[in-house]
């Protein structure tokens, strides 16, 4: 299915002062048919058909479509597409004509079509005030709009599930498709980024791991969820718009929202993720103190401030370390004895 545009429509307004004065024109026939019939007793088709332009007159105000910018309306006849309306405007098409729009009802969790939990017509009863019921908007959105997709738990390539959200900006880009290629865009849409999400997160580790190829070059690299946000991103935005093309749909930008582990196992993996910590800070601390110790050691030669034996360096070495790398701070002792 192809889009055709019609984009010769734009005479909604003359086609409305037309008929406004056609239909005052078959008013006027009336009262003026009456008053002959009245006054000359002659034939009442004068009269007759001014009524049938009354009666008829206001049918071509049918074909009338009024769009917004960022609009369009999809428009059939008989049950066969006949194209498009897009742009704002005042239109006039066949009145016979009925628009599209299978997702009309349908509300997700997205940025102008969010689904709220009130029933405005139980509120209304209750409260005694009038109830105002809206007839269905087939009119399709041509805006880009945001799609904040629930949080889903999936496993990564370790098996540690992990749970995980993202926001996808997409836009409709052509109407034919998504209203005729698939029963409902928007759940379609919906679905195909969960699928996407998916296949994807089953590739990365939720933290970098040793031997895990990501990008399936046969090459273990350092890709995670967590460190390679914008590249996992993206591969979901380019898993998702092969999937939505036949829907005519675009996928600006897809961007995690929400990256956590699961609850069962988040304290054990904030216990390893602290032991990491204290390891790699020991490790700093360690190669910080043996400096150091190398350091004072080779000023004391160059210097000859002191000759130590090998016996004396080592117990330097041993006390200095211990005092840069213990978690408190040493007590000073002061030798007032001899050295040896």
């Not at 209304?124 to 908007?137: C, I, K, R, W, Y």
């Not at 889903?152 to 098996?159: A, E, F, P, S």
């Not at 849409?189 to 040793?210: E, F, G, K």
Request: proline content about 3%; overall charge negative; glycine content about 8%.
């Amino acid at each position: 299915m192809t889009e055709k545009v019609l984009s010769k429509k734009k005479n909604g307004m003359a086609v409305m002062i037309l008929t406004i004065l056609f239909w005052l024109l078959g008013l006027a026939m009336t009262i003026y048919g009456g008053m002959l019939l009245e006054e000359y007793g002659g034939g009442p088709a004068l009269m007759i058909i001014g009524i049938l332009i009354i009666s008829l007159g206001w049918f071509p105000l049918l074909g009338l479509r009024v769009l917004k910018p960022q609009e369009a309306l999809v428009l059939t006849l008989f049950g066969k597409y006949i194209g498009t309306l897009k742009g704002d405007g005042f239109y006039f098409v066949n009145p016979f004509c009925g628009s599209v729009n299978p997702a009309s009802k349908t509300r997700l969790n997205q940025s102008g079509d969010v689904q709220t939990h009130t029933n405005p017509v139980m509120t209304a009863l209750q409260s005694g005030a009038t109830v105002n019921l809206e007839t269905t908007n087939n009119k399709i959105s041509l805006k880009i709009m945001t799609l904040n997709n629930n949080r889903q738990k999936i496993n990564d390539c370790l098996g540690n599930p992990v749970e995980i959200g993202i926001a996808v900006t997409w836009r409709i880009v052509d109407t034919a498709k998504a209203v005729f290629n698939v029963d409902n865009y928007k759940e379609f849409l919906s679905l195909q980024c969960d699928s996407a999400l998916r296949n994807i997160v089953r590739i990365y580790p939720y933290d970098v791991a040793p031997n895990v190829d990501t990008t399936g070059d046969g090459v273990a690299d350092e890709g995670s969820l967590r460190g390679s946000s914008d590249t996992v991103a993206g591969r979901i935005r380019d898993e998702i718009q092969a999937r939505v093309d036949e829907a005519g749909i675009e996928i600006l930008e897809a961007r995690i929202t929400y990256l956590a582990y699961a609850p069962e196992i988040a304290a054990v993996m904030l216990q390893r993720q602290q032991a990491s910590a204290i390891i790699d800070a020991r490790k700093m601390i360690v190669d910080g103190a043996v400096g150091m110790v190398e350091m004072a050691l080779e000023r004391l030669n160059e210097n000859e401030i002191v000759t130590l034996d090998e016996e004396r360096k080592a117990a330097m070495v041993s006390n200095l370390l211990v005092v840069l790398c213990g978690n408190h701070d040493a007590q000073p002792i002061v030798n007032t004895g001899s050295l040896y």
